[in-house]
């Protein structure tokens, strides 16, 4: 058995923001290559960078007796053949979502993790996040769930981080407090924590108590065993601007606004920031719709995240959001956002460097389907030549495959 849910989106304009001194212009990337992947009825990948400067990416693939995961391998212009990690088993029921959609991440000691969402109750949205890693003989683990409440709420919208070797750190918006008796009478979500490693679940914190129902997170791991995350906030004034916490000498920092954006909107977005990081150099990317001005920013911080520029504007005056960035190099990321214009709604890139300069907007792709909520969220990671690699779900006739670019970016070489 299997459910598709697809959540309210709230459709909104990009932009991309940096402000420091010293960097040279931001290139743009000069080319777009098709890279052929073929997988029946697939969609929701995600891309992340290997050590050996390949790429690994997932996805979801639906069939008549229900859900699977599985992922490739990318390497010298082509994907290896696909495996599975995981597939819903007899009862069980998985979430599968166009927002809220499974990760994979390489271990420092080359083994994989991915995370996948398995319903734990009749609500629509009670589910639970599951873990699994990959052994160095290539089998996949049973799963570990890393929050312990027990509650049939909301559990998603995870980042995973290779940490220690043979640990993982795990970020999710977290429901446990909205349970209540009676609908609607239940605190806020929030942002949680925890290190897994093997069957050990550690060091559980939770990073901030009110927070943006079904925003995607977004975290990078920094030097001296330290990490950023990237979240919408909740305020009290349901002002819902973006957040940082880092992760240092054992604990999470308050939680601190990147930017007094004021977005006031009483219900979610479905529009999560991005970051990426080259040292403590990070890269953030995202939505606002504040002052009914639907926009998208980036900004830098040269500090691990503890201070920011001031946002630049990359969009063309009609994006749709969901955004991504890559690093490609010290000084330049290249930023991914969904935009609508008189030609259709097209998949963009745009290289911005901490200076601010930007390099001129390019079309990845021009496809109607990619302003309806089916086709997700493009996802983005950078080879180790230099390039990017772009995926994301191509929606016909109910059915669904994955589209993979790559983007000889002039900034990585």
Not at 250 to 258: E, L, N, Q
Request: proline residues 6%.
């Amino acid at each position: 058995m299997k459910r598709l849910f697809e959540t309210v989106f709230c459709a909104g304009i990009l932009g991309v923001a940096a402000c420091l001194s010293g960097a040279q212009a931001a290139p743009p990337a000069h080319s777009v290559e098709t890279v052929r992947f073929e997988a029946t009825n697939a969609g929701m990948p995600w891309l992340a960078p290997l050590s050996d400067g390949g790429v690994v990416m997932s996805w979801t693939r639906l069939t008549p007796e229900g859900p699977r995961l599985e992922h490739a391998r990318f390497a010298d212009g082509r994907w290896s053949a696909s495996e599975e990690i995981a597939r819903a088993q007899a009862g069980e029921e998985w979430f599968v979502n166009w927002a809220d959609f499974p990760s994979i991440v390489e271990l420092d000691d080359g083994r994989f993790a991915a995370h996948y969402l398995v319903s734990s109750g009749p609500d629509v949205f009670a589910y639970d996040v599951h873990v699994a890693t990959r052994t160095a003989e290539g089998a996949w683990q049973p799963s570990i769930v890393p929050h312990r409440d027990g509650t049939p709420t909301e559990h998603g919208f995870v980042s995973l981080l290779p940490w220690h070797e043979h640990a993982l750190k795990a970020i999710w918006l977290d429901g446990r407090h909205t349970h209540a008796e009676q609908p609607g009478h239940g605190d806020p979500m929030a942002l949680r924590s925890a290190v897994i490693d093997g069957d050990d679940l550690t060091h559980e914190h939770e990073i901030d108590a009110s927070v943006c129902d079904c925003c995607q997170t977004s975290a990078v791991r920094l030097p001296g065993e330290g990490a950023l995350v990237a979240y919408r906030g909740r305020s009290r004034e349901e002002v819902r601007d973006i957040l940082v916490a880092r992760f240092r000498d054992g604990a999470w920092s308050t939680p601190r606004v990147v930017h007094d954006d004021g977005w006031v909107i009483h219900g979610c977005p479905v529009n999560g920031p991005a970051i990426a990081a080259t040292g403590e150099r990070i890269a953030l990317a995202w939505f606002t719709l504040a002052h009914d001005e639907p926009r998208v920013n980036v900004a830098f911080s040269d500090d691990g995240g503890d201070t920011w520029s001031a946002p630049v504007r990359i969009d063309g005056g009609q994006p749709l959001g969901r955004v991504d960035v890559v690093m490609v190099d010290d000084d330049h990321a290249l930023v991914s956002w969904i935009e609508r214009d008189a030609g259709g709604p097209r998949i963009r890139v745009r290289s911005v460097a901490v200076s601010g300069d930007l390099g001129e907007p390019v079309t990845v792709n021009v496809d109607a389907g990619l302003a309806s909520r089916a086709s997700g969220f493009p996802r983005m990671a950078r080879t180790g030549h230099g390039d990017v690699l772009i995926a994301w779900t191509v929606v016909n006739d109910d059915r669904r495959h994955i589209e993979v670019r790559r983007l000889h970016s002039a900034a990585g070489r």
